[in-house]
């Protein structure tokens, strides 16, 4: 299996900082790498695909970046809807596997 | 827009088997990946395994030798059996629509399956 080592597992943030969060894959995974966000008591939604694809309505402060097996995800101007847990996954080798989360929270 | 809701026993006994049934509305379930998903606060998310709509299946590893997931083109509705269950799998089960495999678009709300006596 591919592990997905996802840091921090969590962070303080203030409305208007930047965040940023990262993913490394154990091995290559190309550009196969998802985003997600979840609310409590909500199921995961999909920001990111393909490592730096935004989905369709996803607002563009949140972006994605990869380079080798590093992966980083980027809210710039963080709103309060941003509060959240993010988890990056990915998609090049079955099974598929997540990564632990990061809880951002409010400072 | 797809939209997908799990329905099942939310109680399973120790040794029986959890049979969760996903209805999708708002699209055909005759296109595209169909996957399950759990969340446990132990396992973080785990991927359990999808069916295409021909019924061609994928699954965990660690789970195939306990879980079949079938389609139901005919009822828009694809479904999850595993068997031997322990409390282990106590979890919330998504029922998810893969846009491309792997990518997760389309989820239901999720619900909480426990396994106790």
Redesign the interface.
């Known amino acids: 299996?591919i592990q997905m080592t996802q840091s921090p597992s969590s962070l303080s943030a203030s409305v208007g900082d930047r965040v940023t969060i990262t993913c490394q894959a154990s091995r290559d995974i190309s550009k196969?790498l998802?985003w997600?966000q979840q609310k409590p008591g909500?199921?995961?939604?999909?920001l990111i695909?393909d490592a730096s694809t935004l989905?369709t309505g996803v607002p563009s402060r949140f972006s994605g970046r990869a380079s080798g097996r590093h992966f980083t995800f980027i809210i710039d101007n963080v709103q309060p809807e941003d509060f959240a847990t993010y988890?990056c996954?990915?998609?090049d080798n079955?099974?598929?596997?997540?990564g632990?989360?990061t809880k951002v929270d409010i400072k | 827009q797809v939209q997908l809701q799990e329905s099942g026993p939310r109680l399973v006994k120790p040794s029986e088997t959890l049979s969760l049934t996903c209805t999708v509305s708002g699209g055909s379930i005759g296109t595209d990946y169909w996957s399950w998903i759990r969340q446990s606060p132990g396992k973080?998310?785990?991927?359990i395994g999808y069916v295409y709509y021909t019924g061609s299946t994928?699954y965990?590893?660690?789970l195939e030798s306990r879980v079949t997931i079938s389609v139901d083109t005919s009822k828009n509705q694809f479904s999850l059996n595993l068997k031997s269950v322990t409390a282990a799998d106590t979890a919330i089960y998504?029922c998810v629509r893969d846009?491309s495999?792997?990518?997760?678009?389309n989820?239901?709300?999720?619900t909480l399956v426990s396994v106790s006596s």
């Open positions: 299996d196969y998802n997600y909500k199921p995961p939604k999909l695909y989905e988890y996954q990915e998609y079955f099974p598929l596997t997540f632990g989360g | 973080g998310l785990e991927w994928s965990h590893p660690s998504y846009g495999v792997g990518v997760f678009e989820w239901g709300p999720g």
